[in-house]
């Protein structure tokens, strides 16, 4: 092997490697310097929940407690060792706001998306003694999306969507990567969540918690062809007609909105 091919594959090497370093998620979050009491600037709401607004959001809508939301969080205990941290594996968590402690879904309904706030729990809106960890209890989150709400455009779609010849409308709402596309008889995984225009959710991998796989041919025609436009990691919102549907056959009636995210692409 001569010593330019053996340079040109350590140069790769060193490429990947810095990549990785630069995508790999943190082994830990350090603690804030108030970690262990909620400071002057913090407010307190009527229950006793402290929160400090690290960073203000970029709307005016606040999930309720029927909601799904998207978000990063670390949590620590006031002497500041870190318990839980999605931040650290790297992944957002989904889960319904009214599904988890008392204080955390009080916060997070204070919330905006795009917002980072500080909240300081206090035992009696925790686990309340009843289980690890005890106390009050340090949550850093910031909120990412509210995925069951319907999004403005729900109505029709708007002037920056695309049209295919078959009436199918869509607008890409986040970037995929690589250059394959599914097949027409391929099988995807993904998370989706569907509304009608009047913006009633009517399903949602989301809201389950668990991704859908499927092959292409085997839903509806809006779908199949949407999909096949898709790459990988591609998150992109869908305006399908009623013939590309469900043909006015069955409910869901008329036209439908879907967000999909495609997460693999298989066989």
């Known amino acids: 092997m001569t010593g330019m091919r053996i340079l040109s594959i350590l140069v790769f090497m060193f490429a990947a490697a810095t990549a990785s370093a630069q995508t790999a998620p943190p082994a830990t979050v350090p603690a804030p310097p108030d970690v262990a009491a909620p400071p002057a600037n913090a407010t307190r709401t009527a ?3 402290a929160t400090r607004v690290i960073a203000p959001g970029k709307s005016a809508d606040h999930p309720t407690k029927d909601d799904v939301v ?12 870190v318990f839980d941290s999605s ?6 968590a989904s889960f319904r706001v009214g599904g988890v402690i008392a204080g955390f879904g009080e916060g997070l309904q204070l919330m905006v ?10 035992e009696a809106l925790a686990y ?15 909120l990412i999306d ?7 455009d729900v109505k029709a779609p708007p002037a920056d969507a695309k049209k295919t010849t078959s009436g199918l ?19 995807v995984t993904v998370h989706y969540t569907g509304w009608t225009t009047d913006g009633k959710m009517f399903d949602s991998s989301v809201v389950r918690g668990q991704p859908s796989t499927f092959g292409l041919d085997g839903v509806i ?11 990988e990691g591609e998150k992109t919102r869908f305006w399908i007609p009623e013939k590309l549907a469900y043909e006015g056959k069955k409910a869901p009636y008329g036209l439908l909105v879907f967000d999909i995210e495609l997460i693999k692409i298989g066989q």
């Open 169 to 187: 409308a869509y607008k890409v709402l986040q970037q995929g990567v690589g250059g394959r596309h599914p097949r027409s008889t391929g099988e």
């Open 113 to 122: 998306i795009g917002e980072k706030r500080r909240l300081w729990i206090p």
């Open 47 to 49: 229950s006793g929940l």
């Open 128 to 142: 309340k003694g009843a289980r690890e960890p005890k106390g009050t209890l340090v949550f850093d989150v910031e």
């Open 221 to 231: 025609a809006g779908w199949t062809e949407g999909l096949q436009l898709m790459f």
């Open 146 to 152: 509210i995925p069951t709400r319907a999004p403005a």
């Open 87 to 92: 931040v650290t594996r790297g992944k957002p």
């Open 70 to 81: 998207t978000i990063h969080y670390t949590g620590w205990k006031t002497d500041g060792s």
